[in-house]
C-alpha cells in the first residue's frame, strides 16, 4: 500500500512569491494535516482537513492557506514569501473518525526562499 | 497553551539503554505520542500509549507515562546505530483538533 506522498520534494522560490504544496494521503484516509518544521522552531502545526472541510488552523497568518479536493488529496499555498517561511512541510494522513489518532507522514517537501 | 517539551541531544553507546524524557501541560490527553524522524525523512509513529494506561511495551520500546507528573519517557533497550534519529514526543490539544510536537530529541549512537 502507497504510504503519503508530498509533491515536489524541493521548491526554491525567491521573496514575494507564491508557492504551491501538493500531498496525496493513504488510500481510504480522509483526514490531511500539513506542518511546519522550521530549524529551532520544532513541528507546528498548519492545517487540518477533513472531508473537504479545514477543521483546524494553527497559529499562522492568513497567507498561509489550503484546500482538500474531492479525492482528498490536499494542497497547501504559502502567498507572499517571506524568508522565515523556509522549512520542510509535513503532510499526514489519517483514517476517518480516528481524528489526529495515528497520523501517517510523507517525506515532505523542502521549500526555500532566497 | 499547551506544550510539550523535551531535551534536545542524547548521547549513547550501541548496545546501552537509552532514555528519551517528556514533559507535557495538557492534563486532558487522551492519547500521547513517540514519532521518530531519520535524517532527510518525514515522520514515523513509533507508538503510543493510552492516558489511562502506565507502561506500554513494544519489543525494544518501552513507554512510561506519569500522569501525576505530566511525564513521558521512551525507553529503547540495545540501541543500534540504526536507532539514531530524532524522536519526537507528541500531545492532543486541549479541543483534540491537533498534535503538538515537542521540539525533538536528537539520538546519537556511537559504535
Known amino acids: 500500500e502507497a504510504g503519503v506522498t508530498q509533491s515536489p520534494t524541493h521548491l526554491i522560490k525567491t521573496r514575494g512569491q507564491q508557492a504551491t504544496l501538493r500531498c496525496s494521503p493513504i488510500?481510504?484516509?480522509?483526514?490531511v494535516y500539513w506542518y511546519q518544521q522550521a530549524l529551532g522552531l520544532g513541528l507546528q502545526f498548519l492545517l487540518w482537513?477533513?472531508?473537504?472541510?479545514?477543521?483546524n488552523r494553527g497559529n499562522f497568518p492568513p497567507r498561509f492557506s489550503g484546500r482538500q479536493f474531492p479525492n482528498y488529496s490536499s494542497e497547501l499555498n504559502v502567498n507572499a514569501l517571506e524568508l522565515e517561511d523556509s522549512a520542510l512541510y509535513l503532510c499526514?494522513?489519517?483514517?476517518?473518525?480516528?481524528?489526529?489518532?495515528?497520523?501517517?507522514f510523507g517525506p515532505g517537501t523542502r521549500l526555500t526562499v532566497t | 497553551g499547551e506544550d510539550v517539551e523535551q531535551s534536545l541531544f542524547l548521547s549513547v553507546r550501541e548496545g546501552d539503554s537509552s532514555v528519551i524524557n517528556c514533559t507535557y501541560t495538557d492534563s486532558s490527553s487522551t492519547y500521547l505520542y513517540w514519532y521518530k524522524q531519520e535524517p532527510g525523512a518525514g515522520l514515523q509513529l513509533l507508538t503510543y500509549?493510552?492516558?489511562?494506561?502506565d507502561m506500554k511495551q513494544d519489543q525494544r520500546l518501552t513507554v512510561l507515562l506519569n500522569k501525576k507528573d505530566k511525564h513521558l519517557s521512551l525507553r529503547i533497550a540495545d540501541t543500534q546505530t540504526g536507532d539514531s534519529a530524532i524522536y519526537f514526543c507528541?500531545?492532543?490539544?486541549?479541543?483534540?483538533?491537533?498534535?503538538?510536537f515537542g521540539k525533538g530529541t536528537t539520538l546519537s549512537v556511537s559504535s
Open positions: 488510500s481510504g484516509h480522509t483526514s
Open positions: 500509549i493510552f492516558s489511562n494506561m
Open positions: 482537513y477533513d472531508e473537504g472541510e479545514e477543521r
Open positions: 507528541a500531545d492532543s490539544n486541549q479541543a483534540g483538533t491537533a498534535l503538538i
Open positions: 499526514a494522513s489519517s483514517l476517518a473518525g480516528t481524528g489526529h489518532h495515528e497520523q501517517y
